[in-house]
């Protein structure tokens, strides 16, 4: 009866758990897949239509312009926030007068929502009196209409999410760079190395790993980037912030296209898997 | 300080100083009249709390932000008890325990962090649907319960704390269940605050869901709330309302930044759980 008890203890614990699991995360991404192959409207399913769903998107030009926009956002966003936070870690990690609070102006953007930073942003951005455009024209330098023009719109919406979560990657990177240890600073600076070279001969080797769960994090987020898009440009102008995760917003809660906005999930998924297993395997075998 | 720290010092300066401009500016103009926002300045010129008291009575847009906090605080008190009651007995069964199929079921459990929130998103919504929940705190927190997160960090920490207490606890007769809730849980204090911090901040922060599952405001969530109204096209006229909501909503979380900066920070380092 005792050992009985035993062998089940493990399941009573877990599974309560679980069962909420399965519920709100494992059943609504398996039903997800589901939904992808079948034509499926506000009312629910009209059929099945295999990959139809599919091969209506790769045949959409809106489709192709989309995740050629995220492309882009990545290509913006991951090299900008993986130097700014390795920047900002080397520069945070030893001690200094006033570190707790250079500190906690970096990490204190981890606290504000998606939806206070963009209104934060777009008052930054406002063409008129907004910060920016100001210090511009007090520099003698042309300003900008930002988020209404279609080759900054992707910038700022990058800057923001930079804002929001570098605090993160520098929190990570500060953790690698404890690891490293001091007496090989010591060791080279006897020989004469300068910090410049301690920081590319011995910071970014050892770094490296953690560097790979930076980018890979950093690419994570920009292929699910929406918040800041949704309240700054609504996929604006003409188009030049609509990104994957807008595009099916817009199709699944606007168009009721459920069955499309469900395939665009389930492409998203793919690509984040197939870009973080590659890039462990590439930067592994180094 | 050291010669060598001077240069290293003023870049922090810079750099810290542009990442709390946003805020700094957002905060500055809370307070200016709506006329102010229009004229060419830095800082405003003249002063009031006419935008709080907005804020507190009539944001616009039929909004309330007095019932958006109840409704965010409620949801994270939900959230918070719900997520540490299922998540600390879960992550002591993945950490401590054995039995088979574990690693496979950890696995799988630690694969969806990986998947994007909005695939969920789509048949969330039918499911609530199905329930008769759409535009409910209900709906807002169930799918905010299972968080992996938590299971990670307090997973971590159950494995590295020493075995000797538990057999210790074992050789005076006490059962697994003895074992787990007088010796395990009180030990994993420091890990179960870390969780419960970040599970507080990730309540209220959290747009994506709460957005798509409310549509009243009645029913709405600070940030969904928040964004409502940025989202109307007059915005621009009543913007400095706009940005005294957006601090006014911020504040609870601030402060529990100013206070739990140490376990928000250890909660998210890689080796979160691990002392």
């Known amino acids: 009866m005792s050992q009985l008890r035993a062998r089940l203890f493990p399941y009573l614990l877990v599974g309560p758990y679980l069962a909420v699991f399965a519920v709100f995360i494992g059943y609504p991404i398996v039903r997800a897949i589901y939904i992808s192959f079948h034509d499926w409207g506000i009312f629910g399913p009209n059929g099945f239509v295999g990959l139809g769903n599919y091969a209506s998107l790769f045949a959409d030009a809106r489709f192709w312009s989309s995740l050629l926009t995220t492309t882009q956002f990545a290509l913006i966003f991951v090299p900008m926030i993986m130097v700014v936070s390795v920047v900002l870690a080397v520069l945070l990690h030893r001690t200094l007068p006033g570190i707790g609070l250079f500190r906690t102006a970096f990490f204190l953007p981890l606290v504000v929502n998606v939806a206070v930073a963009s209104i934060a942003f777009k008052w930054l951005f406002e063409p008129q009196a907004g910060t920016i455009n100001q210090v511009l024209r007090l520099l003698r330098l042309p300003d900008q209409t930002w988020l209404a023009e279609p080759g900054w719109a992707l910038i700022a919406i990058a800057l923001i999410a930079l804002w929001g979560s570098v605090g993160f990657m520098v929190i990570i990177l500060l953790a690698g760079l404890e690891n490293i240890p001091d007496d090989l600073y010591e060791a080279a600076e006897l020989d004469g190395s300068t910090p410049i070279q301690n920081f590319f001969f011995i910071t970014l080797p050892l770094l490296k790993p953690i560097m790979l769960i930076v980018m890979v994090l950093s690419l994570i987020q920009a292929f699910q980037v929406f918040g800041e898009v949704l309240i700054m440009t609504q996929g604006g102008p003409f188009g030049s912030t609509e990104v994957l995760t807008m595009l099916l917003y817009e199709e699944g809660f606007r168009n009721f296209a459920i069955g499309r906005a469900a395939a665009i999930g389930v492409i998203i998924t793919i690509i984040i898997a197939a870009l973080s297993l590659v890039q462990f395997r590439f930067f592994r075998q180094r | ?275």
């Open chain 2, 1 to 275: 300080m050291n010669r060598n720290n001077v240069p290293r010092w003023l870049i922090l300066l810079v750099l810290a100083l542009l990442w709390i401009l946003p805020m700094a500016s957002l905060i500055l103009f809370s307070f200016a009249p709506s006329s102010e926002i229009l004229k060419d300045q830095l800082v405003p010129s003249n002063w009031t709390w006419s935008n709080y008291w907005r804020v507190l009575t009539d944001a616009g847009r039929g909004v309330s932000i007095p019932q958006a906090m109840l409704n965010s605080a409620v949801i994270m008190v939900a959230q918070v008890v719900g997520i540490l009651l299922l998540d600390i007995p879960a992550a002591y069964a993945f950490g401590r325990l054995r039995w088979p199929g574990r690693d496979f079921v950890f696995f799988l459990v630690l694969v969806t962090m990986m998947m994007p929130g909005i695939l969920e998103v789509i048949s969330l919504y039918d499911l609530m649907a199905n329930w008769g929940l759409v535009d409910t705190v209900y709906a807002v927190i169930l799918p905010g319960l299972p968080r992996v997160v938590g299971i990670f960090i307090l997973r971590q920490f159950f494995q590295q704390l020493p075995r000797e207490m538990e057999e210790a606890a074992r050789m005076d007769g006490a059962t697994d269940f003895q074992v787990f809730r007088l010796i395990m849980v009180p030990l994993a204090a420091p890990a179960i605050i870390t969780v419960g911090v970040l599970s507080a901040l990730y309540s209220w922060n959290n747009f994506l869901w709460p957005l798509i599952i409310t549509n009243s405001p009645a029913s709405m969530t600070v940030p969904v709330a928040v964004s409502y109204l940025s989202a109307d096209t007059a915005a621009i006229i009543n913007y400095t309302v706009i940005l005294a909501a957006a601090f006014f909503t911020s504040l609870p979380m601030i402060i529990l930044f100013l206070f739990g900066q140490r376990w928000i920070v250890n909660g998210m380092r890689p080796t979160a759980g691990i002392k």
